[in-house]
């Protein structure tokens, strides 16, 4: 149990579909992210929220759209994904900006 | 701009030492992290250093050189359970960015 708590831990969608997966700690963090980490490449930051604020979008393409109503949540909402955004897609939390991140399980996603 | 570099891979045999090496080039700099991550699971905090020399932790120490932009996981008498892929991170105005990771192999 890290503490972060990731769902789905799979999720399978066609190209169509809208989806979305949920992030939740209540470690007491104000920093949340989301990470995308594919096979035989470094993790990859997504999006950075700082007290709910989104402080960071890493040239992600809008077919991913973050959401964060608290400190304590954090969503991905996906929609007509390509097949090429199958990943790990791994959420974390940190206290403050430059400290040691906890890590969710993660949600394997496959998109077909 | 920034960037981290870490070999691939290692294999190293139980009960040996292994040293993973981490080089970093970045414009602004707040520390150095290892991460330890087994296939499946997410990311574990091993170790953070922020001034220069060596950081005990048990079986596992951590070494950072500021001037050289260089950092290295040592890992004492191994065990088949570290076989992982173990991540250099650096946190840089927010962004805690990582190196591709190195996967620890470790064999009978």
Redesign the interface.
């Known amino acids: 149990e ?1 503490g ?1 708590t990731q769902t789905p831990r799979h999720l399978v969608m066609g190209m169509t579909n809208k989806k979305s997966l949920k992030c939740e700690q209540h470690l007491g963090h104000n ?1 949340m ?1 989301w990470y995308k980490q594919s096979a ?4 990859e ?1 997504m999006f ?1 929220y ?1 007290f709910k604020e989104q ?2 979008n ?1 040239s992600v393409p809008s077919r991913f759209s973050p959401e964060c109503p608290n400190s304590s949540h954090l969503f991905l909402h996906l929609h007509t994904l390509q097949p090429e955004d199958s990943a790990l897609y ?1 959420c ?1 939390s ?1 206290h403050g ?10 949600t394997r996603l496959t998109v077909v | 701009g920034q960037n981290i570099d870490q070999p691939t891979e290692m294999t190293a045999t139980e009960g040996a030492i292994v040293q993973i090496n981490c080089t970093y080039q970045t414009s602004g700099f707040n520390g150095l992290f290892w991460y330890q991550q087994h296939a499946g699971e997410a990311p574990t905090f091993l170790s953070y250093n922020v001034l220069d020399g060596l950081e005990e932790k048990g079986r596992f120490s951590s070494f950072l050189s500021r001037s050289k932009g260089y950092s290295y996981l040592l890992l004492k008498e191994l065990q088949m359970k570290d076989s992982a892929s173990y991540l250099c991170a650096n946190p840089n105005t927010g962004k805690l960015i990582f190196g591709q990771g190195t996967t620890l192999q470790v064999k009978p």
Do not use: D, H, I
């Open positions: 890290t972060v920093a992210y035989k490449k470094p993790l930051l950075v700082n402080t960071e890493n791994l974390a940190s900006m430059n400290t040691e991140a906890f890590f969710g399980q993660g």
